[in-house]
């Protein structure tokens, strides 16, 4: 009888270390997307998350007005929670005010709403509708 003559086929380790090394080329590229897609999607539930509190605080310095003109709506920095930090400049004038919301997190944990931190600014005017114009 014969030698039977066997036929590996193993995998040698050269070909092994090209594999991983393409797969690493491949797959580097993913993670970056990955990374800067969640980077976004926190950056976007920060700004809506503003957005949303910024309207409340408008809303509440709005009815405030109306209530009351005289009222100073000035805030500076007043926590909201979560972070989140608010400031209000409220301009007086005769018979109408200009204010600006704005609210911002507060990155570097001072509890002051740096202008790198405002996420939100809004803008609106309100006017004095109690006061005798013609008298």
Known sequence: MGARRRNYRAITLMEVLIASALLAVA???IFQV???GMTLARDVQ???TAAFL???EMETALATAAEDFSVDLTKSSKDLG????????????ALRKTFSVQVGWDTDGDETL???????TFVTRAANTTEDVGG
Request: net charge negative; glycine share 12%.
């Open 27 to 29: 797959l580097v590229p």
């Open 34 to 36: 990955l990374t800067r």
């Open 46 to 48: 920060l700004r809506t």
């Open 54 to 56: 910024a309207e409340k």
């Open 82 to 93: 979560d972070g989140y930090l608010v400031t209000i400049d409220g301009g007086q004038e």
């Open 114 to 120: 740096d202008g790198d931190e405002v996420l939100v």
